[in-house]
């Protein structure tokens, strides 16, 4: 009994001061403004598996890259009508559908579905619902011609005429995805709970040159100045990790297959 005393007089005597710890100050609102800073993670309605992601630099004044998606997907948990993607910033010049025609997971050619885009978020209304486990793939044509805030998404560093290397001399664009910023050059679900394969095949003027994920399937000169490169990452990764550099490199071969 005296023991049961002194744990309801210890729990009464610290009612006070847990209490004056809760009403302090949380990390989860903006002491400024009374905003919630909570970040939870975007619903996950659609596994995505694979993206093939076609870029081609048209111009660096001003910038433009032109880009043509195709992102493979099956449905999770139930039936789904829409799809929701993040794309921030992409001018959007079309959205397509390819859905699954046979047990060997052949693909129907696309057809034109509805959507919405805000600038933000791409919602994509599906001529009938997606079935669970259904392959389907996502096709969008669009242009990047945003290039800012700096260090988000993709960042042109402007070359110095002066410098006596070409890897100074000519501009570099390159991404920064963490956390959340890779959705400003490609539609993606910008969270850390998906993950993918993907490849990129992306399309420069000469001398310059492209590095990404994954493994250098293919180098191909195009004519007219201009080469191919194709890289593929064929281990599944969250999409802030998708890498892309555009520049005048110096090229070491390490040697193996890999090189």
Not at 48 to 66: A, F, G, K, N, Q
Not at 177 to 203: K, Y
Not at 208 to 221: H, I, K, T
Request: charged share 25%; with cysteine.
């Amino acid at each position: 009994m005296p023991r049961l005393v002194l744990l309801c007089l210890a729990l009464c005597l610290s009612a006070p001061v847990f209490g004056q710890v809760m009403s302090g100050p949380t990390p989860r609102i903006d002491r400024d403004t009374g905003r919630s800073l909570a970040h939870w993670p975007h619903d996950r309605h659609f596994d995505h598996l694979h993206m093939r992601l076609e870029l081609d630099l048209e111009s660096l004044d001003p910038p433009v890259i032109r880009g043509r998606e195709v992102l493979r997907m099956k449905a999770v948990g139930q039936d789904r009508g829409q799809i929701h993607l993040d794309a921030v910033g992409l001018e959007i010049e079309s959205v397509d559908v390819r859905w699954t025609s046979d047990a060997r997971d052949r693909l129907r050619p696309g057809r034109a579905v509805g959507y919405t885009y805000d600038g933000q978020d791409l919602v994509i209304s599906l001529s009938k619902p997606a079935g669970v486990g259904e392959p389907i793939e996502v096709i969008l044509e669009y242009r990047i011609t945003r290039f800012e805030p700096r260090g988000e998404g993709l960042t042109i560093e402007p070359g110095q005429p002066d410098a006596d290397s070409d890897s100074l001399r000519f501009p570099v664009i390159f991404s920064q995805g963490e956390a959340e910023s890779n959705s400003q050059w490609f539609a993606c679900h910008d969270f850390p709970n998906e993950r993918l394969s993907t490849e990129l095949i992306v399309t420069v003027d000469e001398p310059f040159q492209v590095v990404s994920n994954g493994r250098l399937v293919e180098v191909r000169p195009l004519g007219h100045g201009r080469t191919r490169w194709h890289w593929l990452q064929q281990a599944p990764h969250v999409n802030y990790l998708v890498q892309l550099v555009i520049g005048v490199f110096e090229r070491v071969d390490l040697g193996g297959p890999d090189s």
